[in-house]
């Protein structure tokens, strides 16, 4: 871990995780968080698709920038990352998404989600700023072990960004647990080894990972990876700060693109219910 560089831990970049988390815990709920990856299948749909989300009781959102080699995601996530590129898409255009989200919405947090490779050509201190500059409040990168991410955590913290460690059952402690300013914000637990959208874990699997997690770190726990129906979803909420849906939700979406404009009011009404089932059935497990 390289030496931590002087930062101030209060911008508005910050707070909004951390606020997230207090009026959820306020009201005795889990966060209930989505992905989607920006520019699929255009800038304005996605940038539409954003805001529904939010309409429809999402907590938190996750933006994958578009890359040709997501190595960490299963089929489903490879080809919206397809569709994105397709369409003009990048870490650029990522950027310029976010932005575009903020002039509406200044409190939902947004987590960047995607590789390394994009970040160390913009250049880390760049693509920090302009992260910042764009209403972004965290990074996932899952091809970046925290042992290697020195540089890049240095430029986060001197713009109040945060690194989102990933721990999988294969990882030890240290591997996910930093007391450099940079990583926090949560914990992302990932209770099966596997890309996103593959073999569900157990629910008792997924309580050993959140326990693992929360005796390890003092970070909110979040699980992802597997978690495909809203009865699932709702079982993990029980066990963790939070849950986070992406491949099961994209599927559906891209069943109903099929038929109609990913733009239109028909669209996006679909993309409600189908956020609103999944909101529906957490909420109400005890």
Same mark, same amino acid.
């Given at each position: 871990?390289?030496?931590?560089?002087?930062?101030?831990?209060?911008?508005?970049?910050?707070?909004?995780?951390?606020?997230?988390?207090?009026?959820?815990?306020?009201?005795?709920?889990?966060?209930?968080?989505?992905?989607? !990856?920006?520019?699929?299948?255009?800038?304005?749909?996605?940038?539409?698709?954003?805001?529904?989300?939010?309409?429809?009781?999402?907590?938190?959102?996750?933006?994958?920038?578009?890359?040709?080699?997501?190595?960490?995601?299963?089929?489903?996530?490879?080809?919206?990352?397809?569709?994105?590129?397709?369409?003009?898409?990048?870490?650029?255009?990522?950027?310029?998404?976010?932005?575009?989200?903020?002039?509406?919405?200044?409190?939902?947090?947004?987590?960047?989600?995607?590789?390394?490779?994009?970040?160390?050509?913009?250049?880390?201190?760049?693509?920090?700023?302009?992260?910042?500059?764009?209403?972004?409040?965290?990074?996932?990168?899952?091809?970046?072990?925290?042992?290697?991410?020195?540089?890049?955590?240095?430029?986060?913290?001197?713009?109040?960004?945060?690194? @989102?460690?990933?721990?999988?059952?294969?990882?030890?402690?240290?591997?996910?647990?930093?007391?450099?300013?940079?990583?926090?914000?949560?914990?992302?637990?990932?209770?099966?080894?596997? #890309?996103?959208?593959?073999?569900?874990?157990?629910?008792?699997?997924?309580?050993?990972?959140?326990?693992?997690?929360?005796?390890?770190?003092?970070?909110? !726990?979040?699980?992802?990876?597997?978690?495909?129906?809203?009865?699932?979803?709702?079982? !993990?909420?029980?066990?963790?700060?939070?849950?986070?849906?992406?491949?099961?939700?994209?599927?559906?979406?891209?069943?109903?693109?099929?038929?109609?404009? #990913?733009?239109?009011?028909?669209?996006?009404?679909?993309?409600?219910?189908?956020?609103?089932?999944?909101?529906?059935? @957490?909420?109400?497990?005890?």
């Amino acid at each position: 871990m390289s030496a931590s560089i002087p930062c101030e831990q209060t911008t508005p970049e910050t707070q909004r995780i951390a606020a997230m988390f207090r009026r959820l815990n306020d009201a005795q709920r889990p966060a209930f968080v989505t992905y989607t !990856v920006a520019g699929d299948p255009s800038f304005e749909a996605c940038l539409a698709r954003l805001h529904q989300f939010v309409a429809s009781g999402i907590d938190m959102i996750e933006i994958g920038h578009p890359f040709s080699d997501p190595i960490l995601d299963g089929a489903t996530i490879q080809q919206a990352n397809i569709r994105a590129l397709s369409a003009g898409g990048n870490l650029e255009r990522t950027l310029e998404l976010c932005a575009a989200f903020r002039t509406q919405d200044t409190t939902t947090p947004l987590i960047l989600m995607g590789y390394a490779n994009p970040l160390a050509v913009m250049g880390y201190e760049r693509f920090a700023a302009r992260a910042a500059a764009a209403g972004v409040d965290g990074l996932i990168a899952g091809d970046f072990p925290l042992r290697e991410a020195g540089p890049l955590l240095d430029a986060l913290a001197h713009h109040g960004l945060y690194l @989102i460690p990933m721990a999988a059952p294969t990882l030890a402690p240290k591997d996910f647990t930093s007391e450099h300013p940079a990583v926090g914000g949560f914990l992302y637990c990932i209770p099966v080894v596997g #890309p996103t959208g593959g073999p569900s874990a157990s629910i008792n699997a997924i309580a050993e990972g959140v326990a693992r997690c929360l005796a390890e770190s003092s970070l909110p !726990v979040m699980v992802g990876f597997g978690v495909k129906t809203p009865a699932m979803a709702a079982d !993990v909420g029980r066990v963790a700060d939070g849950v986070i849906v992406a491949t099961a939700l994209i599927d559906l979406f891209q069943q109903a693109a099929q038929d109609d404009d #990913p733009a239109s009011p028909d669209f996006l009404n679909y993309v409600g219910q189908e956020i609103g089932r999944f909101r529906k059935v @957490i909420d109400a497990a005890p």
